[in-house]
Nanobody, 125 residues
Framework: VQLQASGGGLVQAGGSLRLSCAAS????????MGWFRQAPGKEREFVAA????????YYADSVKGRFTISRDNAKNTVYLQMNSLKPEDTAVYYC???????????????????WGQGTQVTVSS
């Protein structure tokens, strides 16, 4: 599978953005998906994850209640809806895939096999 992230941009604090990650291939539902982010000078951190069927999701505490991860397996796409954005959400956001069709979701970057190229999200105060 190959991943292409999009939807980043510049937004004011309190605003919203929706990131998309389009995947190639015909077995998208057999991949667990995750979103991560990396701010300048910081390590890559987990944001959200979703199981192959979409039935299980998991969020970092820092985004819980503000961000929503979802997927459309018919469109081979995973989304990250980001609301109530804060300046500390500024980072490059990456989507990632793990070849796993079960219900478990993963928060460790090392659990993922494939990464997209990243999309910049900048939140101004």
């Amino acid at each position: 599978v190959q991943l292409q992230a999009s939807g980043g941009g510049l937004v004011q604090a309190g605003g919203s953005l929706r990131l998309s990650c389009a995947a190639s291939g015909r077995t998208f539902r057999s991949y667990a998906m995750g979103w991560f982010r990396q701010a300048p000078g910081k390590e890559r951190e987990f944001v959200a994850a979703i199981s192959g069927s979409g039935g299980n999701t998991y969020y970092a505490d820092s985004v819980k209640g503000r961000f929503t991860i979802s997927r459309d397996n018919a469109k081979n796409t995973v989304y990250l809806q980001m609301n109530s954005l804060k300046p500390e959400d500024t980072a490059v956001y990456y989507c990632a895939a793990r070849d796993y069709s079960g219900s478990y979701v993963y928060s460790r970057p090392t659990a993922y096999d494939v990464w997209g190229q990243g999309t910049q999200v900048t939140v101004s105060s």
